[in-house]
């Protein structure tokens, strides 16, 4: 089952958010992740891709600079979702397409859109009736090139990479620390290896003075 | 110049500029002779301006003290403003002050030498004298009787402000006007113990909408979702704010912090054009709507929601509420905010089950589930009970017109509303929305079950406020809480003819932003309170309202909010929220002065971030700025009565729920005593002993008047009110704007008898055509209304015709012996004891057939007439005593009970137990010579 619809601009602009029937805290930490999903996205992103984010999956849908989301439950057909992407990015792209990409967009300034969203959610909802069926059963959208991705990798890959050179400075200034230590304890143990010699010498040469010089 | 002078004004902490610490004293403040000379004309002349200044500056400690002055507003000339016409050239002072001018000339020499600070100078020199503040006038309360009342209608003492104050020079959009944001005193005091002494109350009064509709209210929107805020304190840019560094960066006049200018003020990104900041409307005006950008949505805006709870009890069938609602839902349908198409809608009937109405949605026909399990109450179909309105309209359409025949032979006397409240806030609370209830029976069933309290046994004692007015069931109150959470509102039309227990349920809407509309004895036998009741809902429904709403005030430095009065809930220390934001509702902070304030000007916002119904998220912004005094004088001088008077009233309805009534009105009386006392002991020139002690200052002269008509007033009185009465006078009071209010307490008397003759009729305008010099007469469509009479039956004649305003009923007063002809005119019919009397509407005459009733209902109409509250005014017509009405009218219990209640209007007057305005006066001068 579609649990909710988002609608962004590539620069991350809102355009629709569909208005959802249940206020599962769960769902808007999803709703929460798709906004950073959003910031994320460059130009070289794949145009559709399947994120699974724990009990949810979220499908996205790139159409000429303007990003559609659903999330889904896990059991939610792809085939499905992806179907119904398409329809509402036909139908956007018709009714508000020029308009969502001129400067004067507001933050979410087609929320009337939503109300052909939750028509076709509706639409959507029941996975045995028949058309859905049919949908199913062609494969015109053909799913199976949809990348597949866990939400977890795409989310904290930027901050690996960042635990990374992190990382990697602190292990420079650390071995400079360890050069510099290793090079003092060579120097103690020179002095360590070297004292009983020198000790002995200077005893030997004493007693020499001692015995020799005394007389 | 004096001490005391310098002490009012003193050097602001962050005007320290080089020129300060060469001069080692206060600048002297002086308007650039330069820029008064030259009307503002555009950025550019200040601009050039800056940039002679700029260029000239060979000289770098001139550059650098031209440039502290230029910069918006020349930070330091803001501090004081100059007298004009003392300007002298080339620094030798001839002003009054001169010795504290001479030094200022000395110190300003050596930059003489500099081209760059000429301008500097010239308006330097130009003298300086002190804000002068409004002027203190003193009157003697007990030579003024009757109390003058056209103080009533006056705007409050205006608010001077150093000319150059404002960002834009000479800005006249900069202030916030009265109707949107007031304050008690229109001259702040400097610090705590002086706001003590004066006994005044400090507060503001917010009234962020001024129309029902969107369209009637012409507020600035900005161009742009950019928002510029101050990083410490979060205060908005405004008028007021100071540039800095070449104009890259602005100073927060709230709290001195510099912040960066956005860069879309000077350039747009899209377009490529350079654009002028000085032209963006939140530097031109105090009330702007800003357009949030997305960091402000914690979700998409949501669509305007409407539960309709429908009482469908026997009681609501038989007086006809049933059928009047759904019929005026059903005409109102065009009129509910929906230019998005997504204004959705759902419908609920109670009695003792819940009848819920499931739409097959997109197709016809409706299908009534009902639930019968009020315990735990449960929604019977998981869709198709919250229909979109658009799509869903002939089925809607239908279910209205079909819906008064499906309870028509009802017998069901149970009435559950909690369970309704409960289950309409499962239905909406995943977007929010307005539940409306329409009930006329007590919630007798499940959850929140009321009962009839004893009312005749303490009516009228001091326990009556603890066992009437407080609630009987602590559901109602956490409930509201509930539903405001959930971004919910409730909104009450109460119609019994018996006991329904207002003051519990009006806490539904007391803590959800809502409104308790109260029609005591309502049926829809009577055509006056089917127009009233309808009238009433459409509007109500039509109001342009916004959706998840926060309402916050800010203030300099030294002024912290600490309380709040009205239909809202107060989630954290100073934030207000409001499910859905009405637009006809005020409402009073009151503030304290924590710290000394040492500025000339204090300043106060309130931003309320909502959504439009139109599915905007939106900041109104409105900014209010005011000077400070250290002296009492002025402060009395530009005290705000009317803001007064409502502060009170708010502070004496929580007096009367916490405590008695008797102690609320003795709170009113000792506020009245405070005031003359710190007036006779301070202010009184020369303090003689012989004088009178009710003086006090012009501008105050109707806040004792105000004060004593609210202590005799429904809410109030002490004579025996039924309850429900009294819990929705003190619900209105708390709610309604100020020209309401007013109103309210002291109402409104016209004479119509012997009005002028233009009186009526649309009011004609002489002007003067610019072109040919001829006089042309204008006709405007404002009917022309006679001047208001004193509340005072002494200034009536016993042949008048009166029409008495109280801002919830009209009364048109007949006295005994009017003349015939009169009663012929206006009613068509010569016998003054054959015209209907009571609740009714005028026959209709056109103007040939009678002037004289055509000119009478137009004034009805233009009173009805107001854009900004929802409120019809019932008509009461009355006919006065007199010795020779015939002895079977004057045993009407039924009339006499009206003239009881129109003559309660007349509160100048003693009625009943309650004494008149100059008994009143007479007591005072007891108290304060105490």
Same mark, same amino acid.
């Given at each position: 089952m579609i649990q909710s619809t988002l609608i962004y601009r590539y620069d991350a602009l809102p355009l629709c958010g569909s208005v959802d029937d249940n206020n599962d805290p769960a769902l808007v930490d999803q709703k929460k992740k798709c906004k950073?999903?959003?910031?994320?996205?460059?130009?070289?992103?794949?145009?559709?891709?399947?994120?699974?984010?724990?009990?949810?999956?979220?499908?996205?849908?790139?159409?000429?600079?303007?990003?559609?989301?659903?999330?889904?439950?896990?059991?939610?057909?792809?085939?499905?979702?992806?179907?119904?992407?398409?329809?509402?990015?036909?139908?956007?792209?018709?009714?508000?397409?020029?308009?969502?990409?001129?400067?004067?967009?507001?933050?979410?300034?087609?929320?009337?859109?939503?109300?052909?969203?939750?028509?076709?959610?509706?639409? /959507?909802?029941?996975?045995?009736?028949?058309? @859905? !069926?049919?949908? &199913?059963?062609?494969?015109?959208?053909? #799913?199976?090139? =949809?990348?597949?991705?866990?939400?977890?990798?795409?989310?904290?890959?930027?901050?690996?990479?960042?635990?990374?050179?992190?990382?990697?400075?602190?292990?420079?200034?650390?071995?400079?620390? /360890?050069?510099?230590?290793?090079?003092?304890? @060579? !120097?103690?143990? &020179?002095?360590?290896?070297?004292?009983? #010699?020198?000790? =002995?010498?200077?005893?030997?040469?004493?007693?020499?003075?001692?015995?020799?010089?005394?007389? | 110049?004096?001490?005391?002078?310098?002490?009012?004004?003193?050097?602001?902490?962050?005007?320290?500029?080089?020129?300060?610490?060469?001069?080692?004293?206060?600048?002297?403040?002086?308007?650039?002779?330069?820029?008064?000379?030259?009307?503002?004309?555009?950025?550019?002349?200040?601009?050039?301006?800056?940039?002679?200044?700029?260029?000239?500056?060979?000289?770098?400690?001139?550059?650098?003290?031209?440039?502290?002055?230029?910069?918006?507003?020349?930070?330091?000339?803001?501090?004081?403003?100059?007298?004009p016409g003392a300007g002298v050239a080339g620094g030798v002072s001839q002003s009054p002050y001169d010795q504290y001018a001479q030094t200022q000339a000395a110190v300003q020499q050596p930059l003489a030498q500099t081209g760059a600070s000429s301008y500097y100078l010239q308006g330097n020199n130009n003298a300086a004298a002190a804000l002068p503040l409004n002027q203190l006038y003193t009157t003697d309360l007990s030579r003024e009787l009757p109390p003058p009342i056209s103080d009533l209608s006056l705007p409050p003492p205006p608010l001077v402000l150093p000319p150059n104050s404002t960002l834009i020079p000479n800005s006249e959009t900069a202030n916030a006007s009265p109707e949107y944001f007031r304050s008690t005193l229109?001259?702040?005091?400097?610090?705590?113990?002086?706001?003590?002494?004066?006994?005044?109350?400090?507060?503001?009064?917010?009234?962020?909408?001024?129309?029902?509709?969107?369209?009637?209210?012409?507020?600035?929107?900005?161009?742009?979702?950019?928002?510029?805020?101050?990083?410490?304190?979060?205060?908005?840019?405004?008028?007021?704010?100071?540039?800095?560094?070449?104009?890259?960066?602005?100073?927060?006049?709230?709290?001195?912090?510099?912040?960066d200018i956005p860069s879309s003020f000077e350039y747009d990104e899209i377009s490529g054009t350079i654009k002028n900041k000085f032209e963006r409307v939140e530097l031109n005006y105090s009330v702007v709507e800003f357009v949030a950008p997305k960091e402000y949505m914690a979700r998409a805006p949501q669509p305007i929601v409407y539960t309709f709870i429908i009482d469908v009890s026997i009681n609501a069938v038989q007086s006809g509420l049933t059928g009047t609602i759904t019929r005026t839902i059903l005409e109102s349908l065009d009129r509910i905010p929906n230019e998005n198409k997504t204004a959705r809608l759902a419908f609920i009937g109670v009695d003792s089950n819940l009848h819920y109405f499931r739409f097959n949605e997109?197709?016809?026909?409706?299908?009534?589930?009902?639930?019968?399990?009020?315990?735990?109450?449960?929604?019977?179909?998981?869709?198709?009970?919250?229909?979109?309105?658009?799509?869903?309209?002939?089925?809607?359409?239908?279910?209205?017109?079909?819906?008064?025949?499906?309870?028509?032979?009802?017998?069901?006397?149970?009435?559950?509303?909690?369970?309704?409240?409960?289950?309409?806030?499962?239905?909406?609370?995943?977007?929010?929305?307005?539940?409306?209830?329409?009930?006329?029976?007590?919630?007798?069933?499940?959850?929140?079950?009321?009962?009839?309290?004893?009312?005749?046994?303490?009516?009228?004692?001091?326990?009556?406020?603890?066992?009437?007015?407080?609630?009987?069931?602590?559901?109602?109150?956490?409930?509201?809480?509930?539903?405001?959470?959930?971004?919910?509102?409730?909104?009450?039309?109460?119609?019994?003819?018996?006991?329904?227990?207002?003051?519990?349920?009006?806490?539904?809407?007391?803590?959800?932003?809502g409104q308790t509309h109260f029609y005591p004895a309502w049926t829809s036998a009577k055509s006056e309170d089917v127009t009233k009741l309808s009238k009433e809902v459409s509007d109500h429904l039509s109001q342009d309202i916004a959706l998840e709403a926060v309402l916050r005030v800010r203030a300099s430095t030294g002024i912290r909010m600490s309380s709040f009065y009205g239909n809202f809930f107060n989630r954290s220390s100073d934030l207000c929220s409001f499910p859905t934001f009405p637009r006809d509702q005020s409402y009073v902070i009151e503030m304290s002065i924590e710290e000394n304030i040492n500025k000339p000007v204090v300043y106060f916002q309130a931003g309320i971030l909502h959504s439009t119904s139109f599915g905007e998220r939106r900041i109104r912004v409105i900014n209010l700025a005011v000077p400070t005094s250290a002296k009492l004088n002025d402060i009395y001088a530009s005290a705000d009565q009317l803001a007064i008077v409502n502060l009170y009233t708010h502070k004496a309805i929580e007096t009367a729920l916490s405590s008695t009534l008797p102690d609320a009105r003795d709170f009113l009386v000792s506020k009245v005593v405070d005031i003359l006392n710190v007036y006779k002991k301070e202010l009184v020139a020369g303090n003689v002993s012989g004088a009178s002690p009710l003086q006090l200052s012009t501008n105050l002269r109707m806040l004792p008047i105000?004060?004593?008509?609210?202590?005799?007033?429904?809410?109030?009185?002490?004579?025996?009110?039924?309850?429900?009465?009294?819990?929705?006078?003190?619900?209105?009071?708390?709610?309604?704007?100020?020209?309401?209010?007013?109103?309210?307490?002291?109402?409104?008397?016209?004479?119509?008898?012997?009005?002028p003759d233009e009186c009526g009729l649309p009011e004609k305008l002489i002007t003067t055509n610019e072109e040919t010099g001829e006089e042309e007469e204008v006709v405007t469509t404002n009917i022309l209304l006679p001047e208001p009479l004193n509340d005072s039956k002494s200034s009536w004649e016993n042949y008048g015709l009166y029409l008495i305003d109280n801002s919830s009923e009209l009364f048109l007063w007949v006295s005994g012996n009017v003349v015939p002809g009169l009663v012929e005119d206006l009613f068509g019919t010569d016998n003054l004891y054959a015209i209907p009397t009571g609740k009714t509407e005028l026959p209709e005459f056109s103007e040939e057939e009678s002037e004289f009733n055509f000119r009478v209902r137009q004034i009805i109409g233009k009173i009805r007439e107001q854009n900004d509250s929802i409120v019809w005014k019932n008509l009461y017509v009355v006919v006065g005593g007199s010795s020779n009405e015939p002895i079977e009218i004057s045993q009407q219990r039924d009339l006499m009970a009206l003239r009881m209640w129109a003559y309660s209007c007349l509160v100048e007057d003693k009625t009943g137990s309650e004494p008149s305005y100059r008994d009143f006066l007479t007591s005072l001068k007891t108290k304060v010579s105490q």
């Open positions: 950073i999903l959003i910031s994320r996205i460059t130009p070289n992103s794949e145009p559709q891709a399947t994120i699974e984010s724990g009990e949810y999956n979220i499908h996205y849908l790139i159409a000429s600079s303007i990003i559609y989301i659903c999330i889904c439950e896990k059991s939610y057909p792809r085939k499905l979702a992806f179907s119904y992407l398409q329809e509402i990015s036909h139908e956007f792209q018709n009714s508000h397409g020029t308009e969502a990409l001129g400067s004067t967009a507001r933050p979410f300034g087609f929320s009337s859109f939503d109300n052909f969203l939750s028509k076709t959610k509706k639409i /959507y909802q029941d996975q045995r009736a028949q058309s @859905n !069926l049919d949908k &199913l059963n062609n494969d015109l959208a053909d #799913v199976k090139k =949809v990348m597949t991705k866990n939400i977890e990798d795409l989310l904290y890959r930027g901050d690996s990479l960042d635990k990374m050179s992190d990382l990697s400075s602190s292990l420079k200034s650390d071995s400079l620390k /360890y050069r510099r230590r290793a090079q003092r304890i @060579n !120097l103690e143990a &020179l002095i360590r290896q070297y004292i009983p #010699v020198v000790g =002995v010498s200077l005893i030997f040469l004493f007693l020499i003075w001692y015995m020799f010089l005394r007389r | 110049m004096s001490s005391s002078r310098r002490r009012a004004y003193p050097q602001p902490s962050y005007a320290s500029g080089p020129g300060n610490a060469v001069g080692g004293g206060v600048p002297v403040p002086q308007v650039n002779q330069f820029q008064q000379q030259q009307a503002y004309n555009g950025v550019d002349a200040v601009n050039r301006q800056f940039q002679g200044l700029n260029v000239g500056g060979n000289d770098a400690y001139a550059a650098r003290t031209a440039g502290g002055a230029q910069y918006g507003q020349y930070g330091q000339y803001q501090q004081q403003p100059a007298t229109n001259v702040i005091p400097t610090n705590g113990s002086l706001l003590k002494k004066s006994k005044l109350p400090l507060a503001l009064v917010v009234k962020p909408y001024n129309a029902l509709k969107v369209s009637d209210e012409n507020v600035k929107v900005t161009s742009d979702t950019t928002v510029s805020r101050c990083r410490r304190c979060r205060g908005y840019i405004n008028p007021f704010i100071t540039l800095a560094e070449n104009g890259r960066r602005w100073r927060c006049n709230f709290c001195n912090l510099l912040n997109g197709l016809d026909g409706t299908e009534v589930l009902i639930v019968s399990d009020i315990d735990e109450p449960f929604l019977p179909s998981p869709d198709g009970l919250l229909v979109n309105l658009e799509e869903n309209r002939p089925a809607i359409e239908k279910l209205l017109i079909d819906f008064p025949s499906y309870f028509e032979d009802t017998a069901n006397q149970g009435f559950a509303l909690g369970p309704a409240l409960k289950s309409g806030h499962k239905m909406i609370n995943h977007i929010g929305g307005k539940l409306i209830c329409f009930s006329a029976t007590l919630p007798n069933l499940g959850e929140g079950k009321l009962s009839v309290r004893d009312e005749a046994s303490v009516s009228g004692k001091p326990k009556e406020a603890k066992t009437l007015l407080t609630s009987a069931d602590s559901f109602y109150k956490s409930f509201a809480v509930n539903c405001n959470s959930s971004q919910i509102t409730v909104d009450l039309f109460l119609t019994s003819s018996t006991y329904q227990d207002v003051a519990t349920l009006s806490n539904l809407p007391r803590y959800t932003a105000l004060l004593f008509s609210l202590t005799k007033h429904l809410g109030f009185r002490a004579d025996r009110v039924p309850s429900d009465h009294r819990a929705a006078a003190l619900n209105n009071l708390g709610s309604l704007p100020i020209p309401y209010l007013v109103k309210y307490i002291y109402p409104t008397v016209y004479a119509l008898h012997n009005m």
